[in-house]
Nanobody
Framework: QLQLVESGGGLVQPGGSLTLSCVFS????????IGWFRQAPEKEREEVSC???????TYASYVEGRFTFSRDTAKNTVYLQMNNLKPEDTGVYYC????????????????WGEGTLVTVSS
């Protein structure tokens, strides 16, 4: 059974850091585009970062330079290092996977985790 499980969310002050993890089971990371998305209260889910199946990483403009995507294929895990967090980064963060894709379109992703809540507040 294919499963994605996020962890690492929590409460952090503005300017702080968090690292989110997403563990995959039932399939390997190879040949999958992996995306991190987030959804703030009363807003649509938006893309944060995408590692496509060709090995290229992209970031949304609102996190560029602050967030870093990484992966550990041996552990079947991807990470999102988040630095200099801002209150507007608050939301539920999701990882998702799509087989053999150059992009991480929200409406095309095949598999989703349940999400982990990040709250940035003083």
């Amino acid at each position: 059974q294919l499963q994605l499980v996020e962890s690492g969310g929590g409460l952090v002050q503005p300017g702080g850091s968090l690292t989110l993890s997403c563990v995959f089971s039932g399939f390997t990371l190879n040949n999958y585009a992996i995306g991190w998305f987030r959804q703030a209260p009363e807003k649509e889910r938006e893309e944060v970062s995408c590692f496509n199946s060709g090995g290229r990483t992209t970031y949304a403009s609102y996190v560029e330079g602050r967030f870093t995507f990484s992966r550990d294929t041996a552990k079947n895990t991807v990470y999102l290092q988040m630095n200099n967090l801002k209150p507007e980064d608050t939301g539920v963060y999701y990882c998702a996977a799509l087989y053999l894709s150059s992009t991480c379109r929200r409406d095309m992703m095949d598999y989703w985790g349940e999400g982990t809540l990040v709250t940035v507040s003083s």
